[in-house]
């Protein structure tokens, strides 16, 4: 999950900085501000106070949110931080398994979505019910034609997981920290059965992506991972020219 997550907030990043010029952060905070969005369904969150991990624990209960999360079929709303977006981003997160995802949020005042499935990708202007399927020639006039879209969605073999009494907020939580075997690492913590972050951090321990969870279902929407109701672009200028409008 975590590639193909890379790959379309790679593909946020690139269609927002191409309609309004921004440049990257250099100095990334992950989650120290708060976004504010009317326009995007979910609750904007802070990163959540989590005290050092406290007491080891052999076994626990795999919380209701995890084994949703896990499965890699649920639809999830909250922030996300990265090293690209240190002030967040609402995020609506459509996800069924190794077959589709879809991202949808609201960058510099843009409203869209990235829907990818199979070998195919493309860009939902959210506000104008249009969409834009990202070939080849158009990928390659982003500057995103080197970017491999046929990402593997299944977890890693070999992970290992420890489990840590934490305080969230004050509250006795859990986290559950898994290791990939390339030495990646991902934080999950929960109170009780609720699942209120994800941490992600690289083999050198550098922090590279937070996810403040609102909400997680199993239950995804009719409106997601789907083109239906939903209006074919006729061409790429006057996609990008109606979506930079809606600014």
Known sequence: MKKIMCVVFALLICMSFALTGCKKSKNPSLGTE?????????????????????????????????????????YLEGTMYTEDSEDGMNVNIAMNGQQ????????????????????KTYVINVAQNTYLELTDSIRKMLGLDDMNMNVDLTSEDGSATKYYKVKINGSDGLCSEVTSKEGNITKLYT????????????????????????????????NQLTLNGLEKASSFYSFFTKMAGDQ
């Not at 326009?39 to 209960?61: D, R, T």
């Not at 991202?103 to 409203?111: A, E, H, N, P």
């Open 100 to 119: 589709a995802i879809q991202i949808t949020t609201t960058m510099s005042g843009i409203y869209l979505g990235i829907y990818h499935e199979g070998d």
């Open 34 to 74: 708060l976004v504010t969005d009317e326009n995007l369904l979910g609750s904007v969150h802070q990163a959540n106070e989590i005290a050092s991990p406290g007491e080891a624990v052999s076994q626990a209960k795999i919380a209701g949110d995890i084994d949703t999360f896990i499965k890699g079929v649920f």
């Open 191 to 222: 109170i009780g059965d609720k699942l209120v972050q994800v941490d992600s951090y690289d083999k050198d321990n550098n922090l590279t992506s937070r996810i403040v969870v609102s909400s997680i279902t199993a239950t995804i929407p009719s």
